[in-house]
């Protein structure tokens, strides 16, 4: 089973279409536990806004999930996140319009240099009317998306927020 955490309500966008619009996040029901989970997805708002928040929890999942959990991360803020990625085994990053590019790229040049990060699950989520080129092959694209209406959880997930 998967958890989807809310970490942060708090984001620095402003985004039409966003998820976090059609959800009353306050009714979420608050995390009690990390037993039980087979991967946890760290999300928000934003995660990243609060950098040493995303490794106090994944260090508090490691010690206290089930042996071989997962954590990942969704996140839309590349800049400085190299520090964070060492706790997790992976995240999805969303690159929502053009100015998301340049902080991208300075990300993949960071991560030339450091081979056992290169060993982690990237997904790159590109927005329609968003361009870039040279995307290093350790990403698996999905490339011109859109906001999904309604934002349905998979079934087979727990969606909580941190208390």
């Given amino acids: ?84 990625l060492y706790y997790l085994d992976g995240i999805c990053l969303t690159l929502h319009d053009q100015s998301d590019v340049d902080p991208f790229i300075i990300l993949q040049q960071q991560m030339q240099d450091l081979p056992t990060l290169r060993l982690k699950s990237y997904r790159l989520n590109i927005f329609q009317g968003v361009d870039i080129k040279n995307i290093d092959p350790i990403w698996k694209v999905r490339n011109n998306i859109q906001w999904i209406k309604d934002c349905p959880i998979p079934q087979d997930e727990i969606l909580m927020r941190w208390g």
């Fill in 1 to 84: 089973m998967k958890m989807r955490l809310l970490v942060t309500s708090h984001c620095n966008r402003a985004c039409d279409g966003c998820c976090n619009e059609q959800f009353d996040l306050n009714a979420l029901p608050l995390f009690t536990t990390f037993k039980g989970f087979t991967e946890i997805l760290l999300t928000g708002g934003e995660p990243m806004l609060y950098p040493d928040r995303i490794i106090s929890i994944a260090v508090r999942a490691r010690a206290n999930s089930n042996p071989g959990t997962k954590i990942y991360m969704y996140t839309a803020k590349p800049k400085d996140i190299i520090p964070v």
